[in-house]
């Protein structure tokens, strides 16, 4: 059976700079994305309010609606604030900081309530007459809003606490691997860029680096080869080869299991079922 690289095969190649959009560079497009994200949510919930006016054969008013839902607003100096004092949580057991985060919550909860009245009743007081009571705003912001403010708020610090930990774990697995490698063959050192290199091989007692249309002999072993190389480029796929994924171009199914790999240069590299958990997800 013949086959073409798979979609996630060309993910996996281009992995690490896919996880570069957590990096520096691009704070600024997931900061695009969050306001843009919490526009939209704003426009759906005047268009709920349309609904429901409709439904129910009451008045609508466009700007009441988007002052009230103006709500949401608030979220951002909020957030900015509750991650200021999260990070000042950092270290303290877990039962302690889940502790905090929901006591620190509810409270953000009820400032956030309150502002956002005094902010409506404000601002209704200048362009409706009559304007709005600041009780009967804030009572009805406590009933129907306070539960989605309190999810928000308890669980956007964990939120980002694993978005940093997962940039931390993708920074670490870029920069622990070189970009590249020394060949020692006789009296001569060679330093090979790692995306050069096609396939590793065994030649006992020497391993076969293949790159640039040549072979280099190394008295290091393919389990060497493992540790020093990036796992999410290079994969042991036989007991005797390591491919370079970016280098693969077809698959042939032996109908046992294996399968036999054709990589760019011509070369066929054998994939055997005893490695197949770090290559299978090639296949889909």
Not at 23 to 49: E, H, I, P, R
Not at 60 to 73: K, Q
Not at 129 to 135: D, V
Request: proline share 3%; net charge positive.
């Amino acid at each position: 059976m013949y086959r073409e690289l798979s979609p996630k095969a060309n993910k996996l190649n281009t992995i690490i700079h896919q996880n570069s959009i957590l990096k520096k560079g691009d704070f600024k497009n997931s900061t695009t994305w969050w306001l843009g994200g919490l526009m939209g949510f704003m426009a759906l919930a005047v268009f709920q309010d349309y609904l429901f006016s409709k439904f129910q054969q009451t008045g609508f008013y466009w700007s009441e609606s988007l002052l009230y839902n103006a709500i949401w607003l608030f979220l951002i100096p909020f957030t900015i604030f509750e991650f200021a004092i999260f990070d000042k949580l950092q270290g303290l057991p877990r039962f302690r900081k889940i502790l905090y985060t929901f006591l620190i919550s509810i409270l953000l909860c009820l400032v956030h309530i309150l502002l956002f009245t005094t902010f409506f009743v404000t601002v209704s007081h200048l362009i409706f007459t009559p304007g709005h009571a600041f009780k009967t705003i804030f009572y009805n912001a406590i009933s129907v809003q306070f539960y989605l403010l309190l999810l928000y708020y308890v669980s956007v610090p964990f939120a980002r606490a694993f978005l940093q930990v997962r940039k931390e774990k993708v920074e670490n697995a870029t920069m622990a691997f070189d970009h590249t490698i020394k060949i020692k063959s006789g009296s001569k050192t060679f330093i090979l860029p790692t995306e050069a290199i096609e396939w590793i091989t065994t030649d006992k007692p020497y391993s076969v680096v293949h790159a640039n249309g040549k072979a280099y002999l190394d008295d290091r072993t393919l389990k060497d080869f493992e540790v020093m190389l990036n796992p999410h480029q290079f994969l042991r796929v036989h007991r005797s080869s390591i491919v370079h994924i970016t280098f693969i171009k077809t698959f042939t199914s032996r109908q046992n299991g294996d399968y036999d790999v054709e990589l760019k240069s011509g070369q066929l590299v054998r994939m055997s079922r005893h490695y197949k958990k770090n290559w299978e997800a090639l296949l889909h």
